[in-house]
Structures are given as structure tokens and as C-alpha cells.
């Protein structure tokens, strides 16, 4: 139990995707721009990133390993999640128009945000068991929608600044970011390894 | 002609439409690892262009995406077996990075957008091109990251002992703020000469 709330609090805090590791940040600078919308990504990547992992393990464990199939690795990783993105689409409209609405536009395109693969492939060089690589998943999106939502709501309030003209939109966006990453450093303390 | 230059600068994947930025903030914490991460990503385009632009008729439109992602896929693992191989030290460096060019969106913005819709010859100008433009792009962000960060150019000492490496730069803090200032002073550079 304490191995996987460490887990959780280094991977949402500390090693957080989005300002240590750089996964995701297409979405994260596309998508940051209204809480709404941050929000809905935020959760629809929560949702894949915790099945992919899961399922990603299973297959890489109880098949790819066994038969020695170590480099189709990358390979059978993107279709799992391409796939599995596809299904779950497919899913929620037939099941929760509602949420449809919501998460739906979202959805394909979370198959090319890097946070997903990244995850399933740090939790393969990390060598977690199968527990560990859902919580893993797990935190891993709830600590991009953490900062995509904080990012969010810092560039709502950034439209009302006096942003000199050549660093509008990207640029200052990015300064943004980089402050962010050196904020959460501040969290490494948080855990002495 | 065009289609190679315009990747160069007009419509920079990095600094101007913002594609690929993944790997771009991630492995440039030095020149030499922008410069390999730019090569590993010029193989990949050029060979999933070539494909892409030669199978664009015989694949079916609703299932291209998942076609596309294979075939990168594909070339994306005989890059890292490759670096694993011959340069295990770089590779070693570029972790997980290597593999994540599959999900690199101007690989599959390329294929999508251009491959699967013009000529072999046009999609291999554009994919040099646009491979090309992104390397410039790592190597810039790689040198000013590593120059300030650890003193350091490609591995040889230039700056004097007396300088102050400013270790943030290193940090995954100071990769956003080198590219936000470098598209800051692209834009700048885009308006003087309007």
C-alpha cells in the first residue's frame, strides 16, 4: 500500500508527465486554452491512460515476454492504445450520450498525445507489477489534468494581460510553462529517496 | 523545390506550428542529442513518407490512421535497434524519447497531410524538409541549453571556469523558456521583415 501511494504522489507531483518528462504537451498547450475543455481532456486522458497501462502490461507480460517478442514492443504498445481509443469512443456514445458530449471530441485525440505511450513504456523500463502499473497509469493522468487544469485557468486570466506582441500566444504560453516546472520542483523535496 | 524549402523556415514543424514538441523540450539538454534526436527523425519521416505516399491509393480511408501509425511504428523500431547498437551511449541518453517518435505528431501531420496526397517525389522534398527544419530547431535549442547549462559545446569546454553555469537551463524548466524566447524572436524576425 505504501509503494503505490508513493507511487501516486511521485508520479502526480514530483515526476509529474507534463513539466518533468514533456509527454503530452501538444494537448497541453492545444487544449489549455479554456478550463472547460482542459477539464474534459484532462479526465478522457485519466480514463485511457489507467486502461492502457492495464492492458498494455497484460500483453506485454503474458505475451510478448513469453514468446520473446520484445521488438514488436513499440509496435503491438500503439496499436493497443489506438484501438483501445476507438472502443471506448464507441463505448461511451452507445452507453452515455451524455458523456459523449463531453469527452467525446477529445477522444481521438488522445491517441497521438505521447502521454499514453510514454506511460506504457515507463512502465515496462520500471518493471512494475500489475498493481503498481495501474496506479501508475492512474496518477499519471490525474498529474497531466492537474497541470493542464492549472494551466488552464492561468491562461484565462492571461488573456487580460499586456503581453508585449511577439511573445502572444506561444511564447508566453511556454514562459508560463517554465515557470510552472520550476514551481513543481518545489515538490521534490517531498520525498527523500 | 518549394516543398523542401518551406519546412526550412515559412512553416518550421517546432517553431511554427508547434508540432513534435515532445521530444524537442525533452532531449535537448544538449547540442549532440537535439543533433541525433534530428537524424533519427529525418530516417523515420523520410521512410514513412516514401511508404505512405507509395500505398496512399490501395489503403482503405477509414483505417489509414491506424495503417500510418504502423508503418512509423515500424521504422521507428529499426531506429532505436539501430542506436541501441551502434550508439548504446547516445541511446541510452534518449530513452524512452527514441520510441515516442511514433507518436510525433509531424510524422504522422506529414503523412496525413502531404504523403497521402501528392507525389513520391514531392512527399520525400517535404520530408527532408520538414526533417531538416526540425534538426535546426533541436540543434539551436540543444546548443543555447547546453552553452549556458553546463558551459559546454558538443562535449568541449567554451566557457571560462569564472561563468556561472545556470543550471536551470538543464532543467526541464529552462527547455521551455529557450523555446518560448526563440519563437518570441522568431516572430520578431517574421515582422521586421513584413
Known sequence: ?193 | MNNFIKGLWKEHPVLRQLLGMCPTLAVTTTALNGLSMGCAVIFVLFFSSLVVSLIKRIVPHQVRIAVYTVIIATFVTIVDIFFKAQFPKISEQLGPYVPLIIVNCIILGRCEAFASRYSVKDSLFDALGMGIGFTWGLFILGTVREVLGSRTFLGIEILPSSFNPLVVMVLPSGAFLVLGFMIAAMNKIEERSK
Open chain 1, 1 to 193: 500500500m505504501k509503494d503505490l501511494l508513493l507511487i501516486f504522489i511521485s508520479t502526480v507531483l514530483i515526476n509529474n508527465f507534463v513539466l518533468s518528462y514533456f509527454l503530452g504537451i501538444c494537448p497541453f498547450l492545444g487544449v489549455s486554452a479554456k478550463y472547460e475543455s482542459a477539464f474534459g481532456m484532462g479526465m478522457a486522458v485519466v480514463f485511457v491512460m489507467t486502461l492502457a497501462t492495464a492492458i498494455s502490461w497484460i500483453i506485454y507480460h503474458l505475451v510478448l515476454a513469453k514468446l520473446g517478442l520484445f521488438f514488436l514492443e513499440y509496435v503491438v504498445f500503439i496499436l493497443v492504445i489506438a484501438s483501445l481509443v476507438q472502443i471506448v469512443e464507441m463505448f461511451i456514445r452507445k452507453f452515455s450520450p451524455a458523456l459523449y458530449q463531453s469527452l467525446g471530441i477529445y477522444l481521438p485525440l488522445i491517441t497521438t498525445n505521447c502521454s499514453i505511450l510514454g506511460a506504457a513504456l515507463f512502465m515496462v523500463t520500471r518493471n512494475y507489477k500489475f498493481l503498481e502499473a495501474v496506479v501508475f497509469g492512474f496518477s499519471g493522468g490525474i498529474g497531466f489534468s492537474l497541470v493542464l487544469m492549472i494551466m488552464a485557468g492561468i491562461r484565462e486570466e492571461l488573456k487580460y494581460a499586456d503581453v508585449p506582441r511577439v511573445f502572444k500566444g506561444a511564447p508566453i504560453t511556454l514562459i508560463t510553462a517554465s515557470l510552472l516546472a520550476l514551481i513543481f520542483m518545489g515538490f521534490s523535496g517531498l520525498i527523500s529517496s
